[in-house]
């Protein structure tokens, strides 16, 4: 039986970077852009609280009861932290506006802050607590990609919820405070809860695998601190984690372990926040079409034809070729394109179901085709090329190499901050938005969690 290339006992020296990482260990620009990190991802889900899957997701949740421990953020109660988890890691990814890694093709945050944050509630941890395990959860999820991808993720498999799960466990361990036995425990939990099908990009599922990937993390926590048992080598095993999620292809545990913490993947090269809400491989080519629409000689009534240029990663993932649902349009190429064109913009309201359908937009998804090329360079999500063909016979292109928001073309912290209030206004209130804003400036000071999350109860 072909066998994992994982010589090193990965499992064990997994644990002890999980139990030996202190935020006072960590650099001060690292802290100051999880705080960031933590401002964007809440203001998703508040946002995302009023998708129809969240609502769908609540209307069956809310019945099943249990004790009041952590906030439902964008909603009017506290529930079961197990269920508080899965809400909000669906909220949190049910507009795929959250943020992505490259390494990983995929959004470290969405599953391991609401984990992290529904233990922070249960231990009434305070705001240091919070950020160290936020961090350590992001950076165990990210970097598994480095000895797992290219091949994990072009099996077909969802790395936010496989990934994820393993960080969001890692992160509620820390604030639960497992010995190295537990945690072991937990990790073979978690490892075998981890799922996520690509297939389902595109419908309510691909949410629903956040949400899970955070409800996973903390029930493997919990049951492991109440004595559960797992596996104590569930990674390098012959039938472990990386034998079966690569499909018995060598895994570089090395290239894992020999990166953690140095430097956190938070810091160095960073995450992209998404300045679109829509899969991260369609920003590129969103980029490129918004500077055509602005730019001279453009007028879309004119357009004889569209191309689109992208690698072959991107092709796989932006699986709707003509889409007649706004979540289709999310991964999309041909919507995307045609939404930036038509519009001028892609805003949250780009992607509902009548802005998808409409006449014009239609029409220039007709007209969109695809040119896909061999992906240069693994873990990016560009470059990426449009062509447009006028009626006149002039031909207009534009390519972008990093989308805006990515480390290498970051976004402002004052469009942190705008997109954080277009999110959150009309679901908080303006007094809690900017009393929200004010603790996390100075989240890792903040004496109890409970007081940032009350923040994010509407209704009250």
């Given amino acids: 039986m072909p066998q994992a290339n994982a010589p090193r006992a990965f499992t064990e020296e997994l644990v002890q970077f999980i139990q030996k990482a202190r935020i006072q260990d960590m650099p001060g620009e690292l802290i100051a852009k999880a705080r960031l990190l933590c401002m964007d991802l809440l203001g998703v889900a508040a946002k995302g609280a009023q998708e129809p899957a969240s609502r769908i997701a609540r209307q069956v949740l809310l019945p099943q009861g249990g004790e009041p421990q952590a906030v439902i953020i964008g909603g009017d109660r506290r529930i079961g932290s197990l269920n508080a988890a899965l809400l909000n890691g669906l909220a949190g990814h049910a507009l795929d506006y959250d943020d992505v890694d490259q390494a990983m093709y995929g959004h470290p945050s969405v599953p391991v802050l609401p984990a992290a944050l529904a233990a922070a509630e249960l231990v009434e941890a305070d705001g240091a607590a919070l950020l160290e395990a936020y961090v350590l959860g992001v950076e165990i999820t990210t970097k598994l990609a480095y000895g797992m991808n290219p ?84 990674f390098e095993a012959p039938l472990g984690f ?39 491989f369609s920003h590129p080519p969103a980029d490129a079409a918004l500077e055509l629409a602005h730019g001279p000689g453009f007028d879309a009534d004119q357009v004889q034809s569209v191309t689109g240029v992208i690698h072959d990663m991107a092709d796989q993932i932006l699986i709707h070729h003509r889409p007649s649902t706004g979540l289709q349009a999310k991964f999309s190429l041909e919507a995307v394109v045609s939404l930036a064109l038509v519009d001028g913009r892609l805003t949250l309201g780009s992607f509902s179901d009548e802005s998808v359908l409409r006449e014009p937009v239609q029409k220039l998804i007709d007209l969109t085709k695809r040119q896909v090329v061999e992906q240069a360079e693994s873990g990016d999500f560009g470059p990426s090329e449009v062509k447009i063909s006028l009626k006149s016979g002039e031909t207009l292109s534009a390519r972008v190499d990093k989308a805006k928001g990515s480390p290498q073309n970051p976004m402002s912290s004052q469009e942190f901050r705008a997109k954080y209030l277009d999110c959150c206004t009309g679901v908080l209130s303006p007094t809690r938005i900017e009393k929200s804003l004010a603790l996390l400036a100075k989240l890792e000071d903040l004496p109890h969690i409970g007081e940032l999350s009350g923040c994010y109860l509407v209704g009250r």
């Fill in 151 to 234: 091949v994990h993720y072009g099996l077909g498999w969802h790395s936010t919820c496989t990934m994820g799960t393993i960080g969001a466990t890692a992160a509620a361990a820390k604030l639960l405070g497992l010995s190295d036995e537990q945690l072991r425990h937990a990790l073979a939990m978690g490892a075998s809860q981890a799922s996520g099908l690509q297939q389902n990009f595109g419908t309510m599922t691909k949410p629903f695998h956040a949400g899970k990937a955070a409800q996973n993390g903390l029930l493997a926590a919990l049951l492991a601190q109440s004595g559960f048992t797992g596996d104590q080598a569930v």
């Fill in 242 to 280: 990386f034998h079966l999620f690569v499909a018995g292809n060598a895994v570089d545990a090395a290239a894992i372990l020999d990166r953690l913490g140095r430097p956190y993947e938070i810091d160095s090269p960073g995450l992209l926040i998404k300045k679109h809400p829509s899969c991260a």
